[in-house]
């Protein structure tokens, strides 16, 4: 089925081994959000045409246009619930919508006084709950069943990223506010610090199977910090520079900076990807400190990436992220959905050095 509603489309056939797959009928403006199901290879996929698109992953990469539902403005962050049968979106129209693949029934679900930049389900020992993260300078948690939040937590600044992985939620803010939340007690900051980086933060991540919490923090001057949450381990604190290229070919000079658009973390080996602007994308481990896979180029920025539930596909989006303001958008410029079948070698942890 295709989303248009267009008789039998022709799916993606299968590419070669190590192709990465293009998905057909990608959105028709640039994709801000990624995110799979954790109950099956479907991955939903939030765009600036105000709409949220639904694709079904084949074991070969062949893809299919499931569904599709919008908003009342760009659509800014989506995610999955526990059970990954329903997607939540937030948007630039100051709301959160559920849909329900089941029904193909979509309802708001949460609001507020400014755009929603993200979304992120929390499942907690009572049940899942919504957190909404707003240029309001609110963070707002919601149980599904009531109309008004469960708690707003004020926010020291425009919430622009979060991440949660159970109990740890953590929220980057405009000028540099990193906050903290133990979600034992989700209204009150566990601790809040100023990002370890010197310039506008983009994103954090929460780690996944890793001994001590933490979070990798990306910002808008090529720079990735992998930061620990607990000070009896901070010093495994640190930071490195990716995303950069040399002025010219034999400057070495790594003098053109770019921003770091997503940090995704391997939902088995705990190793990450970054993706920038400059269109690249890493593989890396942050125990041994080591780069494990970088990929070719792509034509334009990448502005999201996700990992599906057992991290065999890296889902990757090519697309404008206004990195070069307005005069950037020209015609033409890629705006693509592409699937990398991933390698052991490339997502396994080295041994420590």
Same mark, same amino acid.
């Given at each position: ?136 300078? $609110? ?85 990735? &910090? ?63 400190? *080591? ?20 991290? *065999?596909?890296?889902?990757? &989006? ?11 958008? $020209? ?23």
């Amino acid at each position: 089925m295709s989303f248009f509603g267009s008789a039998a489309t022709p799916t993606t056939t299968a590419a070669p081994a190590d192709k990465d797959i293009e998905v057909p009928e990608p959105p028709s403006d640039s994709i801000s959000s990624l995110a799979f199901s954790s109950a099956a290879d479907y991955l939903a996929v939030g765009s600036w045409d105000n709409n949220v698109r639904l694709y079904e992953v084949g074991a070969g990469g062949q893809t299919q246009g499931k569904a599709m539902y919008g908003h009342q403005g760009p659509v800014l962050s989506v995610c999955w619930n526990k059970d990954g049968n329903k997607v939540i979106s937030g948007g630039a129209d100051n709301a959160a919508r559920v849909f329900d693949i089941t029904n193909g029934q979509s309802t708001q679900v949460a609001q507020h006084d400014a755009p929603i930049k993200v979304v992120k389900w929390i499942d907690t020992p009572q049940g899942g709950i919504l957190a909404t993260g707003s240029w309001d300078k $609110t963070l707002k948690y919601w149980d599904l069943r009531s109309a008004s939040p469960v708690a707003t937590v004020q926010l020291p600044e425009r919430c622009y990223t979060m991440d949660v992985q159970y109990p740890l939620l953590v929220v980057g803010t405009a000028e540099r506010h990193i906050q903290i939340y133990n979600l034992t007690n989700p209204s009150t900051p566990y601790k809040t610090i100023i990002s370890p980086l010197k310039w506008q933060t983009r994103v954090v991540t929460c780690f996944t199977n890793s001994t001590s919490s933490g979070f990798a923090v990306g910002s808008i001057e090529g720079r990735v &910090a992998i930061q620990y949450v607990e000070d009896k381990d901070s010093t495994n604190n640190f930071s490195f520079k990716c995303h950069r290229r040399d002025q010219t070919p034999n400057a070495k000079d790594q003098s053109l900076v770019y921003a770091v658009n997503d940090i995704t973390f391997h939902p088995v080996h705990g190793t990450f990807s970054t993706c920038g602007s400059d269109g690249t994308i890493h593989f890396w481990d942050k125990d041994a400190r *080591t780069r494990l896979k970088t990929f070719e180029a792509a034509p334009g920025p990448i502005c999201a990436t996700t990992f599906n539930r057992n991290g *065999t596909i890296f889902a990757y &989006a090519v697309s404008y992220d206004w990195s070069k303001g307005h005069s950037g958008m $020209t015609p033409g410029h890629p705006n693509k959905l592409m699937l990398h079948a991933c390698k052991e070698e490339e997502v396994k942890r080295r041994p420590k050095k």
